[in-house]
């Protein structure tokens, strides 16, 4: 008699964790939300964790040269852009997070981070994240009827797709050749993650009021652990600050989009936090990261803007703390100082004026304030900042996305600042 045959991979990974699935199911999150009484704020809370535990997975399937595990997510939508939509339409509730949750997420996040380095267990991670989108579909009905309608992009998962996706991941995840001891370590990291969806999801409801804390990842699943203001008022005027900046220059809307709108949070609310060092630190710190930014693509004009939109948002919000926020605004002019000494102010207006009347249609508004930025971009780069025109010129001068009358201004005024910056 013909040995029985070893079942596949994704037969092996269910019958291990079949339980795991039903104690899920169970848990007090769960059946609020099928009953139609779990809380917003627990409904928030949950996406922010899964914004976190899918931005470290997203990360470590981008950094991976394994075309196997790569080939397993496929050409699915971005989870995280899922998540990430969904609490931009819920950033105005200002939910604080549950402590305990926070810690669950970022363990789980570990574990991933943890796996890069044997990313042949990642499959593992993937095996029960995606089969969490499996799950969410069965509970989108629920989500729908308890918060008006949405945003429910993370429980719409892949919409009419989702059925299919997961057959073509689970082809995949049959056809990798996991030997005995490598199909062992999959189910032991499936089960780990199991472990810290259910701490997680335990903490979330119902929550525990003396837990409430605000953190970096409220604001931005990509921001770590940095400090946020511990005060609503300051908080609050750094989110303002934040969507002021954006506002002047749209140029980082369309190129960054919400991602882009996280960071733009998540920097606001740690600038918030600097006012209790001394002015010579504050700058450095100041310094250090306009020349992240400036590298990036986002000229310092744009942090001299913001800190000045900051010191006056906490002006506004919170008096008292008006006098302890002008070293910001000093910060603010220290960049300004090293601008205009490139480029002086009437200089610097002139050409920013000539390259606003040169544009057409209504390219002008959707990307004012761009001429400030190309000037800025010139000036960091002679400040030292080596990628601070290449992390931008490219972008603002694509054929596919401009038209050849904007590329031509373009392109003629860093001609022309690069000229009287360089003396």
Known sequence: MAPAREPGLMAALKQAVSGRHARMESLPFVTALAGGTLPLAAYIRQ????????????????????????????DRPSRLAHLRRD????????????AAAVAAAQALADLIRRREERPEDLPGVLYVLEGMTLGNATHLPDVLRGFGGGPAHYYTGYGDRTGASWLAFSAAMDALPVEAAGRERLIQTAHRCFDHLETLYRSLHPAVEAGLVRTASMLNPEAGDHPVPDR????????????????????????????????????????????????????????WLGRILGNRGIPRLCLERQLVDLHEAIGEAWPEGREAARVLRDAAGQLRAERLRLLPEPEWNRLEQRFDQALEGDLADRFRGTGGLILSAVCDQACGIERAVLSLQPWLTAPARFPPGWVAAVEGLFAQARAIAAG
Do not use: K, N
């Open 87 to 98: 609490l931009g339409r819920l950033d105005s509730f200002e939910v604080p997070d549950q």
């Open 232 to 287: 609503a008022e300051e908080l609050r005027a750094a989110l303002a600050a934040a969507r002021r900046c954006r506002e002047e220059f749209p140029y980082f809307d369309a190129r960054y989009q919400d991602r882009g709108r996280a960071f733009a949070r998540s920097d606001a609310a740690w600038l918030a936090t600097l006012l209790d060092l001394p002015a010579s630190l504050v700058f450095s710190q100041v310094d």
């Open 47 to 74: 996406l922010r964790a899964m914004a976190v535990i899918h931005a470290a997975l997203e990360r470590a399937l981008a950094r991976t040269g394994d075309q196997a595990l790569r080939g397993l997510w496929g």
